[in-house]
Structure formats: structure tokens, C-alpha cells
């Protein structure tokens, strides 16, 4: 695609639920990122892809948390168990692989827990 | 460790009045530098990219610099217009570093008043 797709783009769920939100990168494109912005604040990191290496997990909160990337391409993070304090936009980026990469972002996913 | 400051965390100016956003940072050992700008309850809009071999880059309005040997950034914005209302964050990624070697500082909010 053109750009960054991300899905849904809202998503109202229930305390106690999982749920699933998906990134599809810019065709080419290794590096994957996902992070976490709650209202008002910074990013916040959650992991990183980047090609066949193994992801960087540093940024995940908890083991509620957990992402995967299929074929190099699309990638799903998946929250179990959801929490209220687990509302916020999660924000996918990629770039090309390697360092001089320019980093693009999607639109964002908006989870509520209710 | 590895951080990005952004300092003023906000900023009011009249409209028409030239400015200055300020992205300092810690290892001057960098890849490259990206500044973005994010609407409210949008995601990240890439503006300018500078690799660590590049003084500056300029897109229209906007003029972005690098001081790598002082760690420091500026975004420069000419002759500022309400759209340009949003928060900034420049972003800095390093050889190594944690979080798939990049780190976000905590934004500038700017409001260019009518």
C-alpha cells in the first residue's frame, strides 16, 4: 500500500477481553515498529521488528502483552485480559531496514476499555 | 544512556512570527534525525530527515538543522500560520541503542494564534 495501514481504528472493548490490533507496513519495508500513546503523553516503545532477527520486546508492560510479525510483513499485537489502564492509541511505524531509514507512521488504533 | 530532550514542552506565538523548536540530545553518534509533527488524535507526519553526514534540510517553510558534535537540532519554521498548530517531536536514532535504536523526545506543543 501507500502508507502505514492500521485496524481498526477504534476499538471498544470490555475489561477482561482480548483484543487484537493489526499493522500492515509500507510494501519493502523491514523495520516495524508499534508504541503506545495515552492522552496528553510522549510515545512510549513497546517493540521492534526488524527482518528475520528476533523482535526487540523491552517495551512490552506485561505478559498481556505480545506481537508477532508473519511473513516479514503484516504484523498483529495482541493484548489479553485487557485492563483500563490499557487504553490508549497504539501507533505502528516502518522504515526500510537498517540506520538511515526514514520512519513512517500510521494513523493509529484508539483502544477503550471499558 | 541515550536521551532527547525537547524544550519548551509548549509554545504560543502570533501568527506570521518566525520560530524555533529545539531537539537536543545526548551521543553524538548518530544516525540520522527526524523531525515529525502530530495532530491531535493523529498519528506521526514525517517533515524532514537529516543523516549524520548532513548539516540541514529544508522543505518549504521549514528548515531543519544539525549540530552533531553539540547535540542539537532545530527545527525552524518561517513566517508560522495556525495550521502549523500541533505537536512536534524530533526523533534520533543511534547505532545500537535500545528500543530498535530510536528514541522520541517528549514533543513541543505549538499553538500559532490568529
Known amino acids: 500500500g501507500a502508507g502505514v495501514s492500521q485496524s481498526p481504528s477504534n476499538k471498544v472493548t470490555e475489561k477482561g477481553k482480548d483484543v487484537e490490533l493489526r499493522c500492515d507496513p509500507i510494501?519493502?519495508?523491514?523495520?516495524l515498529y508499534w508504541y503506545r500513546q495515552s492522552l496528553g503523553q510522549g510515545l512510549e516503545f513497546l517493540i521492534y521488528?526488524?527482518?528475520?532477527?528476533?523482535?526487540?520486546k523491552s517495551g512490552l508492560p506485561s505478559d498481556r502483552f505480545s506481537a508477532e510479525r508473519t511473513g516479514g510483513s503484516v504484523s498483529t499485537l495482541t493484548i489479553q485480559r485487557t485492563q483500563q489502564e490499557d487504553s490508549a492509541v497504539y501507533l505502528c511505524?516502518?522504515?526500510?531496514?537498517?540506520?538511515?531509514?526514514?520512519?513512517?507512521f500510521g494513523e493509529g488504533s484508539r483502544l477503550t476499555v471499558l | 544512556k541515550q536521551e532527547v530532550t525537547q524544550i519548551p514542552a509548549a509554545l504560543s506565538v502570533p501568527e506570521g512570527e518566525n520560530l524555533v523548536l529545539n531537539c537536543s540530545f545526548t551521543?553524538?553518534?548518530?544516525?540520522?534525525l527526524q523531525w515529525f509533527r502530530q495532530d491531535p488524535g493523529k498519528g506521526l507526519t514525517s517533515l524532514l530527515l537529516i543523516q549524520s553526514s548532513q548539516r540541514e534540510q529544508t522543505s518549504g517553510r521549514l528548515n531543519a538543522s544539525l549540530d552533531k558534535s553539540s547535540g542539537r537540532s532545530t527545527l525552524y519554521i518561517a513566517a508560522s500560520q495556525p495550521g502549523d498548530s500541533a505537536t512536534y517531536l524530533c526523533a534520533v536514532r543511534w547505532y545500537g541503542g535500545s528500543q530498535g535504536n530510536l528514541i522520541f523526545g517528549k514533543g513541543t506543543k505549538l499553538s500559532v494564534k490568529p
Open positions: 510494501s519493502g519495508h523491514t523495520a
Open positions: 511505524a516502518s522504515s526500510l531496514g537498517g540506520a538511515t531509514g526514514e520512519l513512517f
Open positions: 551521543d553524538s553518534a548518530i544516525y540520522n
Open positions: 521488528f526488524q527482518g528475520n532477527s528476533a523482535p526487540d
